[in-house]
């Protein structure tokens, strides 16, 4: 059994974690292990870098193959990508964010761990916005670019 199953927290162990080199170009990082009918960040990919064995099964990144659109960030509904990027000891990590109030570019941030926890304050980046959900950049420590998952402002 694994951990998530009791505490529905995502451990790394659970997850395929892109090498140094792939976090320094960017990546998309999916975080969705539900075996449910959902693809449209299968749909959504330009480059096809994202597949699945079947339409239940959990999507798949080939970290060689994402250009690090986003594209696939603003589609999935249930909040699993991020796109995550490393620069010098900083991390851009970018993500769904759906509560009030929206942060300003530029506001620092509580940046949050899987399990809610503040781990780090990042730096709010840039905003986007998809039908009605926010995308937001923030610049974090590199040491919590697999950790940081959310933002409280």
Known sequence: MHSY???GILTLEDLVIPTKKQLEKGV???ECIQEIPCNPCVDSCPVGAISMKNINAPPIVDYDKCIACGQCIGICPGLAIFLIKTK???VFITLQYEFLPIPIVG????ALNRKGEVVDTAIVKRIAKKDKTFIITIEANKDFAMEIRNIRV
């Open 88 to 90: 010098g000891d900083k």
């Open 5 to 7: 199953e009791k505490d």
């Open 28 to 30: 998309a990082f999916i």
């Open 107 to 110: 506001n620092k941030v509580k």
